[in-house]
């Protein structure tokens, strides 16, 4: 039977991650494998709504805990309905974000707990964790100069937390690296996006090929 893989992209504000994704899928299609791109809050329809809920800046008034079980909410969907179907079609799927965005983001920044977040997430996942985690390592204070650059990218809810938010959420991830050892592996993402690329790429192909 063919197998599909399930590879996650976290990390802070403009690591470059999306970037990086649609690079590496444009290679990985290149050299012959069945990709599906996809992200987190989103990918299909009823995520996507959910997703506009979470990122509207003049949902001001959202509870900490509301916001992490819609989080929670949009991956169920995206899950059955988009992720598990197609690494059940033998799918390499790419997935911009994941549970971990929840334990660095809610669960370590916003002080819920990244235990308990890990709990209310078993509600929506079942022990579903992905094959491998890139983390694209930046320092926050680099990650928000680059958006802050980007004049095409629209900034959301959390993007205009202060620096001491996202500070909050690079822990967080270095939690989850000591945590989860063997499923995270991280890239230098202070470096050019041609080079973030390959190193991703490369990290894929040995994981595929193990
Ligand atoms: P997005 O514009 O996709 O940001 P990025 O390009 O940085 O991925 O917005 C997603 C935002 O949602 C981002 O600020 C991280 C946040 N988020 C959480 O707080 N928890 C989650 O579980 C997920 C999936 C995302």
């Given at each position: 039977m063919v197998r599909g893989y399930f590879i996650t992209f976290e990390g802070g504000e403009g690591a470059g991650k999306t970037s990086a994704l649609t690079g590496v899928a444009d290679r990985l299609e290149?050299?012959?494998?069945?990709?599906?791109?996809?992200?987190?809050?989103?990918?299909?329809?009823?995520s996507e709504q959910i997703r506009n809920i979470l990122l509207d800046q003049s949902n001001t008034e959202?509870?900490?805990?509301?916001?992490?079980?819609?989080?929670?909410?949009?991956?169920?969907?995206?899950?059955?309905e988009k992720v598990k179907p197609a690494l059940e079609a033998g799918k390499i799927v790419l997935c911009d974000r994941f549970i971990d965005s929840s334990l660095a983001y809610q669960g370590y920044a916003r002080n819920l707990g990244i235990?308990?977040?890990?709990?209310i997430n078993q509600f929506a996942i079942d022990q579903f964790m992905p094959?491998?985690?890139?983390?694209?390592d930046i320092e926050p204070?680099?990650?928000?100069?680059?958006i802050r650059s980007n004049q095409a990218r629209e900034l959301n809810r959390l993007d205009v937390e202060?620096?001491?938010?996202?500070?909050?959420?690079?822990?967080?991830?270095?939690?989850l690296r000591q945590r989860f050892?063997?499923?995270?592996?991280a890239i230098d993402a202070e470096q050019s996006l041609v080079n973030v690329i390959q190193l991703a790429?490369?990290?894929i192909i040995l994981h595929i090929n193990e």
């Amino acid at each position: 039977m063919v197998r599909g893989y399930f590879i996650t992209f976290e990390g802070g504000e403009g690591a470059g991650k999306t970037s990086a994704l649609t690079g590496v899928a444009d290679r990985l299609e290149r050299q012959g494998y069945s990709v599906v791109t996809t992200r987190e809050p989103g990918g299909i329809k009823i995520s996507e709504q959910i997703r506009n809920i979470l990122l509207d800046q003049s949902n001001t008034e959202m509870d900490a805990r509301t916001e992490a079980l819609l989080y929670a909410a949009a991956r169920r969907q995206h899950l059955v309905e988009k992720v598990k179907p197609a690494l059940e079609a033998g799918k390499i799927v790419l997935c911009d974000r994941f549970i971990d965005s929840s334990l660095a983001y809610q669960g370590y920044a916003r002080n819920l707990g990244i235990d308990q977040i890990y709990q209310i997430n078993q509600f929506a996942i079942d022990q579903f964790m992905p094959d491998l985690t890139l983390f694209f390592d930046i320092e926050p204070q680099n990650g928000l100069a680059r958006i802050r650059s980007n004049q095409a990218r629209e900034l959301n809810r959390l993007d205009v937390e202060a620096l001491s938010f996202h500070q909050k959420v690079y822990e967080g991830y270095q939690i989850l690296r000591q945590r989860f050892p063997s499923r995270i592996e991280a890239i230098d993402a202070e470096q050019s996006l041609v080079n973030v690329i390959q190193l991703a790429y490369e990290k894929i192909i040995l994981h595929i090929n193990e």
